[in-house]
């Protein structure tokens, strides 16, 4: 029994459907944590066999229900905005699904986390230091697990498809020539399914997804021009700025100063600890997900 959480979500959804195509045939059977079990896709509804959890994975009774019988659990922090610290968003949110990986027996996690264990400034990185002591509350319960290590998905310029389509900008605080990598969501999807699907794994570590090139905000912006036929530019936002938008939009200081200090370790080498090699590239290239991904959103 191979339980995902989040499978409304971007890679959850995406890890769904890997896992309806193959686990069947390996005998492998599914279950999902679902808040709203209208929102999943009506082709999972219909089939019948997928076990279906109501209730946030936060919960102690809705995990405690979920992970009895699991033999791989995948695991998602969902984003929200109003988190009253980071380690509430990261760790308070995960301690009850710890407790019941341990109760369980649960043998394998697979987690969704971030790059920069290792980094000199993997302690003072916001969201992804509250990302990696995640990983060390899971892994101390003593369950294989694999922290799938994540650079900035390209996923998140959906946030701006309204801008880019109407004004051809996209914005974000980073330096527009500094090159990082950049992984699509489906890219981590399908390590996810690897990792649940073949469990010979044992221990403890992480699995980079890369992506399979670095690039800059420029060179971002080049491609975005080149795919949709029109210019689009990098506009580099300046942090009051930023913080004041963010604030504005409901969130809690601890998320904005969480965000920044992040960005501010991706500048400073938080992406850079992993060399890209055909075990931690992850296939899908920015021009590849404009044309699959974002061409179409910028349609709909
Ligand atoms: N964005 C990046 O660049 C980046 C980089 C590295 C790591 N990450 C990590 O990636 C993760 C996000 O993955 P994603 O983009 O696939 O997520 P996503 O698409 O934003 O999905 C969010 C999911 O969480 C669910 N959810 C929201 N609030 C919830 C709650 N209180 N209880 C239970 N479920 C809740 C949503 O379900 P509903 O349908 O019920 O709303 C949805 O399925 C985060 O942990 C983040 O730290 C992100």
């Known amino acids: 029994m191979i339980v995902i959480t989040t499978p409304t979500g971007q890679i959850g959804g995406r890890l769904l459907d890997i896992l309806l195509d193959l686990a069947p045939a390996r005998g492998e059977e599914l279950r999902v944590v679902v808040r709203d079990p209208e929102k999943l896709p009506d082709a999972v509804r219909a089939r019948g066999d997928v076990d279906v959890v109501t209730g946030s994975h936060g919960d102690a009774e809705v995990v405690d229900r979920a992970f009895a019988g699991a033999d791989a659990v995948f695991w998602v922090v969902p984003p929200t905005p109003r988190p009253p610290s980071l380690d509430a968003l990261y760790l308070d949110f995960t301690r009850a699904a710890a407790k019941a990986v341990t109760a369980h027996g649960v043998g394998h996690v697979v987690g969704v986390s971030a790059l920069g264990r290792g980094t000199p400034v993997a302690g003072r990185a916001g969201l992804v230091t509250a990302s990696l002591a995640m990983d060390d509350l899971i892994a101390g319960t003593g369950t294989a697990y694999r922290a799938l290590a994540c650079p900035s998905f390209m996923d998140n310029l959906l946030r701006q498809a309204a801008t880019i389509r109407d004004d051809g900008v996209f914005t974000d605080i ?113 021009r590849q997900w404009c044309e699959e991904v974002l061409t179409p959103a910028l349609r709909a």
């Open 174 to 286: 980073v330096s527009a020539d500094r090159r990082a990598p950049l992984a699509a969501t489906g890219d981590i999807a399908a390590a996810a399914a690897g990792l649940l699907l073949d469990r010979s794994w044992t221990g403890a570590g992480e699995v980079p997804v890369l992506g399979p090139e670095d690039l800059s905000a420029d060179d971002m912006a080049r491609v975005l021009s080149e795919v949709l036929g029109r210019p689009v530019r990098y506009e580099r936002r300046p942090l009051d700025d930023f913080r004041a938008a963010l604030t504005g939009r409901g969130a809690t200081e601890a998320l904005v100063e969480g965000y920044v200090d992040m960005m501010r370790a991706k500048e400073d080498g938080l992406d850079a600890g992993v060399e890209r090699t055909p075990r931690t590239a992850s296939p899908t290239t920015f």
